[in-house]
């Protein structure tokens, strides 16, 4: 069981170190522009009451956004990600942030400037699932 291995965490940063919360804090001070308008959204009705925050430090990773009370963590792929070798850490990535009984979703900067009104519906839909 999970719970009985010393790698899961059952706290909101999950381990993270302070160099991770360092780091957090200048991505918070630099967002990109997709992260800006999601940003504006995660912060509105009706997803304001599930208290995402941003560039959330988990383990060894950041986050773009989690909500403890979902325990959900949106991540916003930028062009680089679309590389064979990123795609690759991104999976392992996911599937270490899973280990600790979270939810991944993906979404491409593209997805979120473009198609705004779609990527809050597959939010909405996770949610309320």
């Known amino acids: 069981m999970k719970k009985d ?10 381990g993270a ?7 957090a804090e200048h991505l918070r001070n630099n967002p990109t522009e997709a992260e800006k308008l999601l940003w504006e959204k995660l912060r ?18 950041i986050v773009d956004f989690y909500s403890h ?3 959900l963590v949106i991540e916003v792929d930028g062009g680089y990600h679309e ?13 270490l942030i899973q280990f600790q009984e979270l ?6 900067s593209q997805q979120i400037i473009q198609e705004m009104e779609t990527v809050l ?9």
């Open 5 to 14: 291995n010393p790698y899961h965490n059952n706290s909101m940063w999950k």
């Open 17 to 23: 170190r302070s160099e991770t919360f360092k780091r």
């Open 44 to 61: 509105c009705h009706p997803f304001k009451k599930f208290h995402f925050r941003r560039q959330h430090p988990i383990h060894n990773f």
């Open 69 to 71: 009370h979902l325990k």
């Open 83 to 95: 590389s064979h070798e990123q795609q690759i850490e991104d999976q392992l990535r996911t599937e």
């Open 103 to 108: 939810e991944v979703i993906r979404f491409t």
């Open 121 to 129: 519906e597959i939010l909405s839909e996770k949610i309320n699932t």
